[in-house]
């Protein structure tokens, strides 16, 4: 069946510095969802990508789907302490069949 | 704003009991999901559902099963608890758009121990 993957698995950054997650799909997908989930709590929906190539910002974060539509980025610009957590991306290999989670990447960030 | 309540935070039981967490959601979606969290493994899918009295088994349903009667609640059932479903639960919702995308909607999970 399908799978998502992603790398890294854990990353420690100090403040100020930048960090990428990568994402891998072992089928087309019809869309890619990033999710965050801060310590202690749940997972929260951040963003969806629908286009091959699709680029999209939310502030210090950017969003890349591939031109394949089988691989995704999530870039933070100057990490801050706030943005710590583990971030899932997600995905359908079609509309209206369930997401299938990668891993996550667990963020840690210190002052 | 989805408000998707999940009955206990955390819930402490015995190897054998009969355990039923709960989740209710109030934005009349019509999907469920049922998740399991474990350290190193992600978030793995147990039951799902797309209908009222409608499931389907996720990647992981050996040990549980699931009760859907009526659209807001969709319960999870572990017949008889064992150590290794100790675990963080968490119940999901969503609903598809007119193109069959959908975003899910995460309560805020039960920590669920069992000795």
């Known amino acids: 069946g399908q799978q998502v993957m992603q790398i890294p698995q854990y990353q420690h950054v100090q403040e100020g510095e930048d960090f990428t997650t990568y994402c891998n799909s072992s089928?087309?997908?019809?869309?890619i969802q990033w999710y965050k989930q801060r310590p202690g709590g749940h997972p929260v929906f951040l963003i969806q990508?629908?286009?091959?190539?699709e680029v999209k910002k939310q502030k210090r974060l950017t969003f890349q789907f591939g031109e394949a539509k089988k691989n995704s980025s999530l870039h933070i610009t100057a990490t801050q302490t706030t943005d710590v957590g583990t971030y899932f991306c997600?995905?359908?290999?079609?509309?209206?069949?369930?997401?299938?989670f990668g891993k996550g990447t667990m963020l840690l960030v210190s002052p | 704003d989805v408000k998707v309540t999940q009955s206990s935070r955390y819930l402490v039981k015995r190897t054998g009991e009969k355990v039923f967490l709960e989740c209710v959601q109030d934005?009349?979606?019509?999907?469920m999901f049922w998740y399991r969290q474990d350290p190193g493994l992600g978030l793995r899918l147990i039951y799902f559902s797309y209908d009222v009295k409608m499931k389907e088994k996720g990647d992981i349903p050996e040990g549980y099963s699931v009760s859907r009667e009526k659209k807001e609640r969709f319960s999870l059932i572990l017949e008889s608890a064992s150590t290794n479903q100790t675990s963080m639960y968490l119940c999901?919702?969503?609903?598809?758009?007119?193109?069959?995308?959908?975003?899910?909607?995460f309560g805020p999970g039960t920590r669920l121990l069992v000795l």
């Open positions: 990508l629908v286009k091959s190539g």
């Open positions: 997600a995905g359908p290999e079609s509309g209206y069949s369930t997401l299938t």
């Open positions: 999901a919702s969503s609903l598809w758009d007119a193109s069959g995308k959908e975003t899910q909607y």
């Open positions: 934005m009349d979606h019509e999907n």
């Open positions: 089928t087309t997908l019809s869309n």
